[in-house]
């Protein structure tokens, strides 16, 4: 009996002491602790509590936030900061409690030992990381070879794997990328990402699933975004990483977002992923993070849905659900009502990032990014970690092969067939500067936009090439649409703007039809049709000059147009189609045969 209640006596000190409310003080009350953190480290962790949403927004360009949860009374907020940071915070008057780092809490063991690391339940030392991803290229050499897209401050490499069954050369085929640990600290991803490179590795050939991603997507595995960060402590360990790179920066913090470029230095690992980005297009990716466990999708840093939101949920939904088959508890954290999913938030609902990676990557360079928070435990003792890479592996695989689906096809030149580098747009997803554009490849031509079901209206531009639009374009989930499109390049040599090309309404194909054709026709840059406000209308009509359809009346910029026509509902016979713009029109004779 006494022994119990000494059991319980000790539990409720323990629960007493760890309550946040006892370890809330003020800044000068901890003054001491604050600098000691800040000299040795470069970085604070620590937590607040507020009460309302507004301050969380003023204090997220001003502290590295990492965590918001709503206790209904009030918020409580995870943070690191910098010096400049703090000093920022402190005009707040938050009282606050400062923590231990998440990486000096409990040691994990890190290892030289390649073949000790192989069994994946440890981490590997910096020099073994590097060897690792060298034998993966000496190893394999028909199928990856490691890209290094530059140096980090204190001249690390910052390594991707890349995958491909063509990996010394291109073909058209995405680019997906996964990448993890940009908060250095947070280091589950980091084993994760090295032993899918090997699994990917040493399955093709042998698992149909994993090599067919092989042959159809070019992969590439980045498992360590901020190595100074996450060797804080030394090449040798990864007990004592910390957040920020070697400037103590939030890499994560960095990148240009909607509202510009975020304050402060852009720091050369921001600059190196930029350089990447703006080199190659991907198609779809995905940043891992820690500190809590939950899949965070577009946008972060404003309020408004994606245009793609359905379809960015539908990809979460896929992730959690899959891993939920494994373990249901994992993966599970409630942090909005946004979308009301456990396991899934949307960002700026869970709170606010300005220069996040993720919305750079949505916002302007034509990919799409979700971010995977992991595992609640940033440095997770290492004997959990195939257990939770158990959990995961079926989403990291199928969440690949998301980037398969959708509208696709080679973007040429009409005259020379060579392929373009060109911009395409989804009509009724217009949206913020062309920020749900994708790009075809220069190399190849390709492109590849992933859409939920429905019916589309795709333009297609180059610069010096007529835009082209293309209507009742269908997409079937799970399924590819395939769309090849060629672009006629403007004439040259001739002076100033003038428009070489004039209307043009071509016959439809095919002719006979049954039930569907497709219409094709050009609106110039220049001409009389542009003083009524560039009004274009496309007609049906039968034989008896009844109009039977509208297909097109609306505005239309000068390019070439092809609108699909259904004439499903329609009787057998001859019908005529009329293009009309400004004083111009012309018409033409079609037969729907049944
Ligand atoms: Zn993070």
């Known amino acids: 009996m006494k022994k119990l209640f000494l059991v319980l006596f000790c539990f409720s000190f323990l629960f007493i002491s760890n309550s946040y409310s006892q370890e809330i003080k003020s800044y000068n009350d901890q003054k001491e602790t604050v600098t000691k953190y800040l000299s040795e480290r470069g970085e604070i962790y620590f937590?607040?509590?507020?009460?309302?949403?507004?301050?969380?927004?003023?204090?997220?360009?001003?502290?590295?936030?990492?965590?918001?949860?709503?206790?209904?009374?009030?918020?409580?907020?995870?943070?690191?900061?910098?010096?400049?940071?703090?000093?920022?915070?402190?005009?707040?008057n938050i009282d606050f409690e400062v923590m231990v780092p998440p990486s000096l809490q409990f040691p994990v063991k890190t290892s030289g030992d390649i073949r000790e690391i192989m069994a994946w339940d440890v981490y590997p030392t910096y020099d073994a990381y590097i060897t690792m991803m060298n034998n993966f290229a000496t190893t394999y050499p028909n199928l990856c070879r490691i890209v290094n897209?530059?140096?980090?401050?204190q001249g690390r490499s910052m390594l991707y794997a890349v995958i491909s069954d063509s990996v010394n050369f291109r073909k058209p085929k995405p680019r997906f990328m996964y990448t993890s640990s940009m908060h250095g600290d947070e280091t589950t991803g980091y084993v994760f990402m090295l032993r899918l490179i090997d699994t990917l590795l040493s399955s093709?050939?042998?698992?149909p699933k994993l090599t067919e991603l092989v042959k159809n997507i070019e992969i590439w595995i980045n498992p360590l975004a901020n190595p100074d960060g996450t060797y804080y402590g030394g090449n040798g360990t990864v007990?004592?990483?910390?957040?920020?790179?070697?400037?103590?920066?939030?890499?994560n913090r960095n990148f240009p977002d909607f509202y510009g470029t975020p304050s402060g230095t852009r720091q050369v690992e921001t600059q190196n992923v930029m350089n990447q980005l703006n080199r190659y297009n991907f198609t779809l990716s995905m940043n891992f993070h820690g500190g809590a466990e939950v899949i965070n999708y577009p946008w972060d840093c404003v309020q408004p849905h994606h245009p793609d939101n359905d379809w960015f949920l539908n990809l979460s939904k896929r992730y959690v659900d899959t891993v939920h088959l494994v373990n249901s508890t994992y993966l599970d954290d409630y942090l909005s009502n946004d979308p009301g999913i456990p396991g899934i938030t949307n960002g700026w609902a869970w709170y606010y990032v300005y220069g996040g990676r993720q919305d750079y990557m949505t916002f302007f360079t034509g990919g799409r990014e979700i971010t995977a928070e992991i595992?609640?435990?940033?440095l997770l003792p290492q004997a959990q970690l195939p257990a939770y890479y158990n959990y995961n592996v079926r989403s990291l695989i199928?969440?690949?092969?998301?980037?398969?689906?959708?509208?696709?096809?080679?973007?040429?030149?009409?005259?020379?067939?060579?392929?373009l580098k060109s911009k395409i747009r989804v009509a009724s997803f217009e949206y913020m500067n062309d920020s749900t554009s994708v790009r075809s490849d220069s190399t190849c031509g390709d492109y590849h936009r992933m859409l939920k079901t429905g019916t589309y209206t795709l333009t297609f531009k180059s610069q010096g090439y007529y835009p082209k639009t293309i209507s009742g374009v269908y997409v079937k989930m799970d399924s590819t649409t395939v769309l090849n499109v060629k672009l006629r390049p403007m004439a040259s040599g001739i002076s100033g703007n003038e428009s070489p090309i004039s209307f043009m309404l071509s016959q439809n194909y095919p002719n006979p039809f049954n039930p569907l054709t497709n219409i094709k026709y050009s609106i110039p840059e220049y001409g009389k049709w542009k003083t009524e406000n560039g009004m274009v209308t496309l007609k049906v009509f039968d034989l008896l000059g009844k109009e039977v359809v509208v297909l097109v009346n609306q505005k239309q910029s000068p390019g070439d147009y092809e609108i699909k026509f259904d004439g499903g509902k329609l009787s057998s016979g001859i019908y005529f189609y009329k293009l009309t713009a400004g004083d111009f029109s012309d018409v033409k004779s079609m037969i729907l045969i049944k």
């Open 47 to 92: 937590r607040f509590f507020v009460s309302s949403r507004d301050i969380i927004k003023k204090l997220a360009n001003r502290i590295s936030i990492d965590n918001v949860r709503d206790n209904v009374v009030n918020y409580e907020v995870i943070a690191y900061a910098n010096s400049d940071e703090m000093e920022v915070f402190r005009k707040y």
């Open 149 to 153: 897209i530059g140096s980090t401050v």
């Open 204 to 207: 093709y050939g042998t698992n």
């Open 239 to 251: 007990n004592g990483a910390r957040r920020g790179n070697y400037n103590n920066v939030d890499l």
């Open 375 to 378: 595992s609640s435990t940033k």
């Open 398 to 419: 199928n969440y690949m092969k998301e980037c398969l689906y959708g509208v696709r096809g080679i973007v040429t030149d009409s005259v020379t067939n060579l392929p």
